[in-house]
């Protein structure tokens, strides 16, 4: 007969066996630093960017440069041609003209309105509204509306981004016109659009209305558009889902890339451009900075990247440790970077190159219905999402 010792012994493990079974406890949360890229697609042209509409978890769209939406359905590239643009786009060089990104409209699933922006043969920015055709995962190209038509002085600088906010707006970005230096000086004009963010009511008659309360709404000289300025190009910029703020990517001339911070409350601020490069006057001395919004991380070009690309607030479900977490990267450098706003101040800035190894050019990030988030690879033609490692 077992002594009382052994008995307790067996009871003991059994208990811990029973507590472990299948079902009983969830997985632990991943350590710090146990993030890894999960390969979702390959074979891409230079893709540029990714979305889903609202509530859609099965599918991803894809934008290629070229003027092709490609269609992932269950994380399998399918051979099936969301939107075709091809014969409406230029696009030359790494990342500047093209098609460059896609919004779906919150009530896509009512209303079938998804937008693009894109560099027409002219070279010109174009926005226009589609709407999707009786096949759901194909748009009828023949039903565009041009909501924005912008003349562009020069072929660089094209900011890109289209995406809405959760007041229901539209919110495009421009860059300053191209050029060195802002030669046109659009970034600190007013009257101008280029070097903006604008916000756009796209819910009623076309091409759109200005909202009331965009912050230069009646303002003598300036636009009603604008919602930001002082940008010299925002490439790729995006909002907390949660905390509604505003996190804008905005691509340096030869000195300094930089992260640029607006909180939900605020608008109308101005980044500076071409005032100040990042955190310092541009062409180096003293400038008059009095007004001036400076970026909340910038770092220095060249020596540590060359371009900045834009991400996201992490708010998915599947990284539970890095919920509220900023993620972006480099174009050239390749690392990924991440960083934590609290009491408007950047905490646990750290870098991710030894674990999200991107082996190219990172042009964007994106993310699906569910919050979850993807890395988009140029020149390698990838798509990964952001996983925890095995």
């Known amino acids: 007969m077992p002594s009382r010792f052994w008995l307790v012994l067996v009871a003991a493990v059994v208990g811990a066996c029973l507590e472990d079974g299948p079902g ?3 997985p632990p949360e991943p350590a710090p630093d146990s993030l ?5 697609a390959q074979g891409l042209n230079r893709p540029v960017y990714v979305t889903a509409p ?15 939406v490609r269609l992932i359905r269950h994380d399998t590239l399918t051979t099936e041609i969301f939107l075709d643009l091809r014969a409406s786009v230029t696009n030359g060089g790494p990342a500047e003209q093209g098609l460059l990104s896609i919004a779906f409209h919150p009530n896509y699933a009512t209303n079938g309105y998804m937008f693009a922006s894109y560099t027409d043969h002219a070279g010109n920015t174009r926005v226009v ?4 055709s009786a096949d759901p995962d194909s748009i009828d190209v ?7 038509a912008l003349p562009q002085p020069y072929s660089n600088h094209n900011g890109g981004l289209v995406t809405f906010g959760s007041d229901g707006y539209l919110y495009v970005g421009l860059g300053d016109g191209g050029g060195g230096g802002d030669p046109d000086s659009n970034g600190q004009d007013l009257s101008a659009l280029l070097g903006k963010i604008l916000r756009l009511d796209v819910n009623g008659s076309l091409p759109y209305q200005i909202p009331p309360s965009n912050p ?7 636009r009603g558009e604008i919602w930001a300025y002082g940008l010299r190009n925002p490439w790729r910029f995006s909002f907390d889902r949660t905390q509604h703020d505003l996190y ?31 955190s310092q006057c541009y062409g180096g001395g003293t400038c008059n900075r009095t007004g001036l919004t400076l970026p909340i991380i910038d770092y220095p070009n060249p020596g540590d990247g060359c371009a900045v690309t834009g991400g996201y607030v992490y708010r998915g479900a599947r990284l539970p440790a890095y919920v509220g977490t900023y993620f972006y990267a480099d174009y050239c450098g390749g690392w990924i970077r991440s960083f934590k706003v609290v009491g408007g101040q950047v905490t646990a800035h750290r870098d991710w190159s030894n674990q999200l190894l991107t082996n190219g050019n990172v042009s964007s990030f994106g993310e699906d219905a569910r919050g979850e988030l993807y890395v988009v690879i140029h020149g390698g033609g990838r798509l990964y999402r952001v996983v925890a490692a095995p």
Not at 36 to 40: H, K, Q, R
Not at 142 to 148: C, V
Not at 248 to 276: C, F, K
């Open 216 to 222: 230069f709404v009646g303002q003598a000289g300036a």
């Open 142 to 148: 023949a039903s565009g509306d041009t909501i924005l």
């Open 248 to 278: 804008i990517g905005d691509v340096g001339q030869n000195a300094r890339e930089e992260v640029d911070y607006q909180p939900a409350v605020s608008a109308g601020l101005n980044y500076g451009w071409n005032t100040m490069e990042g």
């Open 129 to 132: 509204r589609y709407h999707v």
């Open 24 to 26: 009983t406890n969830p």
């Open 36 to 40: 890894t890229l999960f390969l979702v």
């Open 54 to 68: 609202p509530g859609d978890t099965g599918r991803l769209f894809v934008v290629e440069q070229a003027g092709l």
